[in-house]
C-alpha cells in the first residue's frame, strides 16, 4: 500500500506562484499530479517517472514543473503564472512502471492523496 500526503495549496492571485508536494512511501512507481473541479472530470497536469521524464497537459506547459526528490521521497509541482483557471483540488496519484495507457487517464492510477486546494483569483 502507498500512501501520498499533499500538501502546499492555498489562494493566490493571478500571476502567483505556489509549489505543491506529495510524500509518497514507494519511489518505484510513476507519480502524477491531477486536478479537478466540482462537476468535471479529474484532469491529468504532471507525470514523472522513477527515471525522470515528464510530461504536461497542454494548459500548463511553461508554467508548471513537476519534480522529484527519490532519497527524499517526495515529489512537487512548481506552479507559475497563475491563472484563474487552474484553481481545484490538486490530486497526487501513483501507477506502476509498467501500467499501460495514456497517462492523463485517471484509471491507470492506483494510489491517490486526499487532494490540497488551489485557489486563484
Known amino acids: 500500500h502507498v500512501q501520498l500526503v499533499e500538501s502546499g495549496g492555498g489562494s493566490v492571485q493571478a500571476g502567483g506562484s505556489l509549489n505543491l508536494t506529495c510524500v509518497y512511501i514507494d519511489s518505484s512507481y510513476c507519480m502524477g499530479w491531477f486536478r479537478q473541479t466540482p462537476g468535471k472530470e479529474r484532469e491529468g497536469v504532471a507525470l514523472i517517472n522513477p527515471g525522470g521524464t515528464t510530461a504536461y497537459t497542454d494548459s500548463v506547459k511553461g508554467r508548471f514543473t513537476i519534480s522529484q526528490d527519490n532519497a527524499e521521497n517526495t515529489v512537487y509541482l512548481q506552479m507559475n503564472s497563475l491563472k484563474p483557471e487552474d484553481t481545484a483540488m490538486y490530486y497526487c496519484?501513483?501507477?506502476?512502471?509498467?501500467?499501460?495507457?495514456?497517462?492523463?487517464?485517471?484509471?491507470?492510477?492506483?494510489?491517490w492523496g486526499q487532494g490540497t486546494q488551489v485557489t486563484v483569483s
Open positions: 496519484a501513483a501507477r506502476g512502471v509498467g501500467v499501460g495507457g495514456s497517462w492523463l487517464d485517471p484509471t491507470r492510477y492506483t494510489y
